[in-house]
């Protein structure tokens, strides 16, 4: 099942930042989803989801890129439900969020730690598919609205960490679905 994005496998893995990296905290700049540059990034991030099973999506600050693209698909993860499919945004944008409530979530950024965050159930996000620049909506629910509102986090610079109030609230990962 092929959702928004680039498809194909044309992208090439690179290696995910761990924190405390400086670029895992710094604000990503907006991107001209149809520029080849734009494009081969998101190829690279797609190809990097794709090479991490427990990994359920990606933002480009976490490969070392300052643009604001972010991949995922939820499909494996026990908590989902809407499931858009195997996506590639370019400048994704909150539009609509509500039905707040906690969740575990990890991060392939920060090893062994997982938290409970709290987060919107049910979201609206306005993008573009980087290649055609297509506008899209995406209305997501559960484990899959959890997911993008952490890649949305990471283009502003912010970590799970950061919405959670203090080592008391960490867990050491138990399972393997990363956020
Ligand atoms: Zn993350």
Known sequence: ?????PGGGSGTARDVLRAPHPALSAAAEPVDPIDPGVVAAAADL???LRGLPATTGLAAPQIGLSGRL???DTARHPRSRSYAGE???ANPRLVGASHW???REGCASIAGLTADVLRATRITVHAHLPGTGEAVTI???AFEARCIQHQLDHLDGLLF???VPGALSLHIQ???CDA
């Open 101 to 103: 409530d906690h969740g």
């Open 70 to 72: 972010i991949a995922f």
């Open 139 to 141: 209305e997501a629910d």
């Open 46 to 48: 797609l190809a990097t």
């Open 87 to 89: 996506c590639v945004l």
């Open 1 to 5: 099942m092929t959702g928004p994005g």
């Open 161 to 163: 960490l950061d919405r």
């Open 174 to 176: 138990l399972h393997s």
